[in-house]
């Protein structure tokens, strides 16, 4: 601004008033001014101005595991679209699952002085580095997993319910030999997942055959050799349940070469699930993004409500792929 005032030849207070569109000054010095901005460059920060004011930087961080993965892009785009709508910006990053990374971001961001953090926590990571930025008014809400090390407000769906719908669906089909394949236990969603299959089992008294529970990284080779096991020996099983979109669409591409046709229901819908005709347990990305951001803006606006831990619903989708009996 300095710069802008000695070539226009005016104060710096005449500079202030023509960037902050305030009255006070002439259409021709404005004018001049505004020239004097555009041949230098000159743009307001408007980080510092809000801290020289002591006030919102008017900005939000939002942390999550990888953006090219359609769930993660959906929720993103509701949290988008809430701080849109309080006239937000919003910074993101990926943290590939790697809890080093997240921090790496969360504090990065805050060194910017975000107003808040909407996390998808990492795998194995420690939460309590934000202690010193919650005690300080950074509001922080994390969404789909919760933290770890200290309490937050936290965004959940109802994993093991889903689960579990799934599960009675099926033995209402006829299924008793039930084969599970799940992502990582390192994920808490996989952890709530394979929950709500033992307990669907053993609420219709039947036992978990743990032949036929299967968790890894959702790989070609994983789901290959899981689906052998599985459908394999003289009592195959006749359902197969599948932890997330990626081990179902792993799991159809290999069902397609084999004789042996399960009963199938997948965990998350997907885009071509209606096409290939398979029955799902369907949560909301947006739904939770939406919620995670409202939650967050609520708390920037003085929410001093105790910690809230809120579980959204899942629904059973059914189609043409669980319907085959045993």
């Known amino acids: 601004m300095l710069d802008v005032a000695r070539a226009a030849g005016v104060s710096l207070k005449t500079v202030s ?18 020239d004097v901005i555009g041949r230098l460059g000159f743009r307001r920060n408007d980080s510092a101005r809000l801290l020289r004011q002591g006030v919102s930087t008017g900005s939000i961080a939002f942390i999550l595991e990888d953006v090219a993965d359609p769930f993660y892009a959906t929720l993103a785009r509701a949290v988008l679209d809430v701080a849109r709508s309080h006239e937000y910006l919003v910074l993101a990053g990926c943290s590939d699952e790697n ?40 509001a922080v809400v994390f969404a789909d997993r919760p933290a770890t090390g200290i309490d ?22 006829g299924h008793r030999r039930l084969a599970y394949l799940g992502d990582d236990l390192r994920f ?15 609420q219709a008294g ?14 070609p080779e994983f789901v290959r050799q ?6 394999a020996g003289p009592e195959p099983a006749t359902a197969l349940l599948t932890g997330n979109s990626r081990v179902t669409i792993l799991a159809l591409h290999q069902l397609r070469t084999r004789n042996e046709q399960p009963a199938l229901v997948g965990f998350d819908d997907f885009e071509s699930a209606e096409l290939l005709d398979v029955t799902v ?46």
């Open 152 to 173: 937050a407000d936290t965004i959940l769906v109802d994993n093991s319910g889903g689960v579990r719908a799934a599960v009675q669906h099926l033995l209402g089909q």
């Open 206 to 219: 039947l036992p978990v055959d743990e032949r036929l529970v299967f968790t890894s990284r959702p790989e």
């Open 226 to 231: 899981a689906l052998t096991e599985a459908l």
């Open 17 to 34: 008033r023509v960037v902050n569109g305030e009255p006070g000054v002439t259409a021709e010095t404005a004018q001049r001014v505004a």
């Open 188 to 202: 808490f969603t996989s952890q709530e997942r394979l929950a709500g299959y033992r307990e669907a089992l053993a």
């Open 281 to 326: 347990v369907a949560q909301d990305p947006a739904a939770i993004g939406r919620a995670a951001a409202t939650l967050l803006f609520d708390r920037l606006a003085g929410d001093s409500r105790p910690i809230q831990t809120v579980r959204l619903p899942t629904r059973l989708v059914v189609r043409g792929s669980s319907t085959r009996r045993p």
């Open 99 to 138: 809890p080093v990374f997240e921090k790496e971001l969360a504090q990065a961001f805050c060194a910017r002085r975000v107003d808040g953090l909407v996390i998808v926590p990492a795998p194995g990571g420690d939460h309590r580095y934000l202690v010193a930025e919650m005690r300080m008014g950074t």
